[in-house]
């Protein structure tokens, strides 16, 4: 398996633009995760998703955010409109249920500049 | 409220040294303490776990210790190599949900 695959690796924007996140989680996971890694807050948790039905969206921030699930291989993180303060690197993990869920498999992260 | 605490936020230590990272939780409903690395330009990956019914658990040059009752443990790794110079970061979980909340985490420079 490829592991977790997460697009664009590096993305660089101006304030006001919308951005999308891209996450295929490993095959036969079920659980998807967005994770947003800063300097100051560390990694925090944004959403998190079951059988693609988001299960706890208490983490993202604002309004401006969303996050989407269509199908089992693919999630989007999206950003609309985009500021400074959003820049960061944004993790998506998954994991299975039974054997293996205590593991989250993380992908290599997409770094997101707003300028 | 951060539910995980980590320190210290850096840490330098010299090849053949002890590195010592600390965490402490405040929710006695967590039941799961994994550690996890990450090398520049890659997301994190689980290194080492343990759960509340042992106070130690080693594999190889990494130690987790417990201890319940302060609510506190601790990474060390013994004889550290340049190769682990990384960011650590201690998470914990609920009961049955596998679902980490992490410390902001530790980064460790280890010099030859």
């Known amino acids: 398996d490829a592991g977790v695959i997460q697009s664009p690796r590096h993305e660089v924007t101006e304030m006001g633009q919308e951005v999308t996140l891209r996450c295929k989680p490993i095959?036969?996971?079920?659980?998807l995760f967005w994770y947003r890694q800063t300097m100051m807050r560390g990694l925090e948790l944004l959403i998190y998703f079951n059988n693609n039905v988001p299960i706890d969206d208490s983490g993202m921030p604002e309004d401006r955010f969303s996050a989407k699930m269509p199908n089992a291989s693919f999630s989007t993180l999206k950003i609309q409109p985009s500021e400074p303060r959003d820049s960061a690197v944004y993790f998506c993990a998954s994991r299975s249920t039974g054997a293996g869920a205590n593991v989250l498999t993380f992908g290599a992260g997409s770094r997101l500049t707003v300028l | 409220q951060q539910q995980v605490k980590q320190s210290p936020q850096s840490l330098i230590v010299q090849k053949g040294g002890i590195s010592i990272i600390n965490c402490a939780y405040e929710n006695t409903a967590f039941d799961y303490f994994p550690w996890y690395q990450q090398f520049p330009g890659k997301g994190p990956a689980l290194l080492i776990a343990?759960?509340?019914?042992?106070s130690e658990k080693k594999e190889g040059r990494f130690t987790i210790s417990f201890n319940k009752s302060a609510k506190q443990f601790s990474l060390h790794i013994m004889d550290s190599q340049p190769g682990d110079s990384a960011t650590y970061f201690c998470?914990?979980?609920?009961?049955?949900?596998?679902?980490?909340?992490f410390g902001r985490g530790t980064s460790l420079i280890v010099h030859p």
């Open positions: 095959s036969g996971h079920d659980y």
């Open positions: 343990i759960r509340p019914d042992v």
């Open positions: 998470a914990a979980s609920l009961r049955g949900s596998y679902i980490p909340t």
